[in-house]
């Protein structure tokens, strides 16, 4: 069983930057890919960005493209999700996901994902 837990959101003028941390449990986070998603009211849990297990691969939606970056700490057994140009529409409740040790190098689909975070919200004000 992995637990992960999110910290970093907030409240943040459009234009501002903030940087989202994940925390995983357990030892098995090295193998693991890793990948960030969001949920705005209303709307359907969409992917974000994913980190393969070994860092070596990186993919993004396309409306965070040139904006966030994704990265990952193995020894810190934690994945981060940078934001910067934040634009209202990025608005939403950003969750951390894991999936399966040794399995798919991205994340990109529900699917996909072995474990989710329980969230944390992001507010970007106009």
């Known amino acids: 069983q992995v637990a992960l837990v999110e910290s970093g959101g907030g409240l943040v003028q459009a234009g501002g930057s903030l940087s989202l941390s994940c925390a995983a449990s357990g030892r098995t986070f090295s193998s693991r890919s890793m990948g960030w998603f969001r949920q705005a009211p209303g709307k359907e849990r969409e992917f974000v960005a994913t980190i393969s297990w070994g860092a070596a691969s990186t993919l993004y939606a396309d409306s965070v493209k040139g904006r966030f970056t994704i990265s990952r700490d193995n020894a810190k057994n934690t994945v981060y999700l940078q934001m910067n140009s934040l634009k209202p529409e990025d608005t939403a409740v950003y969750y951390c996901?894991?999936?399966?040790?040794?399995?798919?190098?991205?994340?990109?689909?529900?699917?996909?994902?072995?474990?989710w975070g329980q969230g944390t919200q992001v507010t970007v004000s106009s």
């Open positions: 996901a894991a999936g399966r040790s040794y399995g798919r190098m991205v994340l990109t689909t529900n699917s996909d994902i072995t474990y």
